[in-house]
């Protein structure tokens, strides 16, 4: 406690003369100063050194070495007879990990809003256990990444678990990580099971906001139980689901950690995503090349800005509902 | 019809019970409004007659028919919720329809309902809007609504005006006696407003603890109240009691009135304060040191201390000259006079 107890002391004197000379708004800086000096050295110098960095050319890795080239690496990246056949493209990994992340943000976000839906449903019945089940869905969250892939891998390897249970049921061994269709199947799910704790609460925590009053009227309106949910229980939980949904979908558009661990991004590029593709380009393959990875990433920023921006304005909207 | 009969209600919570044998018969087009302090089973009672609880044991019959273990959309019965429970992103035209699509009623029968509900209610211009649009009149009039439509048995009403304010809530009073005149139909109205109860119901059900204390009208409860807790709860100032002994069939308040009662051993009088007056030179009077004066202007209430200790409130007519700390007598009609035993039970 004594060097802090030391600190205020030398400050106090410091901070009221700065005080008396630059009022209110002077203070406010002084708070602000510490924090927008590690956000901008840790998130704007290295977002605007990227920006740079994917107007640049050659495999060095300091910028002063690196030759301007322009919007070549946008070019190089967008250049596509076909947009929707990769192989027509001439950055066609690009093209295939952004059809492989398109693929499973589509199928992940369907099946995360549905699985965390049906939870939250149940775990807001008065069921035997509700606080132990709210607890065992919500655990996965608190994993790393890499423990959820590395225990996955664990279970749908060759000699995996999930084979072993196979077997002594009197099936043949599957080889599900070098599948193509199994490995894809098997990155949506255990994504899906790492996080779905985090988007089952929310939408359980607006389940519990709507009145319960609102239920009884309805059961003494005769509302039958699937009229009740399409058209009390989903209106209502809109909000909180359209937060979900775009929650859901940034985090999608992210995809690297887990699926990265479990599959490596294959078999062949069955499961690479951009994250991945950036990753790759930028730091992992031998011909590196800074400037396409960073230009791919600007261009994945700004599909999470516009993801972000939306999040936001439904926040805002699920916000002024409640105050309602 | 719409008679509704309570049988032996039970009803427990987690081992408590909290409902204990309630027997009560409601007749056709009755105005029943329940009454008693908080927790006293009001609205679990009315929650148990719509259906939204089971009881623990008993009978639940409307119309003779038992309905007991009926859920509450198969009772026929409509209920008005202390919130309103109006569906807040539905418009007020789908808040009243929404019960009558359940019943995949025709859609012409639907609209014409709703009109009639509107016209009756005076909301036709609110139709269009959502809950979250109205004043809280408003909702209550579309809360109102949502029950007529249905058409039901019987309306059941859980506090629907303790959410209004004070001026809204006399106004609203007189368009509920008014629409049950209209109606002629059973209404179970819950309060703890003992005014709402006096002016809205044909019979008032006293309740506490889960038990009824006294069920009848408003006047009967106000000057031959069964016990001493209906004797404090109905009426405004509460009765001023005064513990003494009777003895040879005589008993004395303060003050040595001196009065004749059909009891001996220890009994209850009570006085109503509007049956206090102050005393002529020549009539006996409780005396009492005034603590409080408040003039209302059509009437003053007297607050007062008896020189035995006892609290003694008065309501007196105008505006006498009186202040804070003056003694005063104060006598009363023994005809007045209301006389409990020491279990509480009226004598007389």
Known sequence: MLPFVLAARVLEPVLALWQRRTGHAGMIAVFLIPNMTIFGIFVIVPLVLNLLYSFTGGAEILLEQRPWVGMQ???RLLDCQNHLQPMTCRE???????HNTARFVLSQVALMVTVSMITALILNRRIAGRGL????FFFPVLLSPVVVGLIWRWILQREGLLNLIVVRLGGDPVIWLNDRFWAFAAAVGVSTWAHMGFYTLILLAGLQAIPRDLYEAAEMDATPPSRVFWRITLPLLGPNLAVVLVLALIRAVQIFDEAYVLTGGGPGTATMFMTQYIYEVGFASFLRNPGLAAAASILMGGLLVVLTLIQLALSRRAERMRQR | MGSIALRGICKSFGGIEVIHGIDLEIANGELVVFVGPSGCGKSTLLRLIAGLERPSSGLIEIDGRDVTRLGAA??????????YALYPHMTVRQNLSFGLENLRMPKAEIAARVAEAAR??????????????LSGGQRQRVAIGRAIVRNPTAFLLDEPLSNLDAELRGTMRAELAALHDRLGATMIYVTHDQIEAMTLADRIVVLRRGRIEQVDTPLNLYNRPANLFVAGFIGSPAMNLFRTEARGGRAVLPGGIDLPVPADGPVVLGIRPQHLHPAGPDEAGIPAELRLVEALGAETVLHGITDSGEPLVAVIDGQPAVTRGQRLRLAFDPADMHLFDAGGRRIG
């Open chain 1, 92 to 98: 066609d990994q690009f093209w295939r990990a952004v």
């Open chain 1, 133 to 136: 089940w709210r607890a065992v």
């Open chain 1, 73 to 75: 690496q946008y070019e």
């Open chain 2, 120 to 133: 009756m209610l005076a909301i036709g211009d609110l139709l269009e809007r959502r809950p979250a649009q």
């Open chain 2, 74 to 83: 198969d009772r026929g019965l409509a209920m008005v919720f202390q919130s």
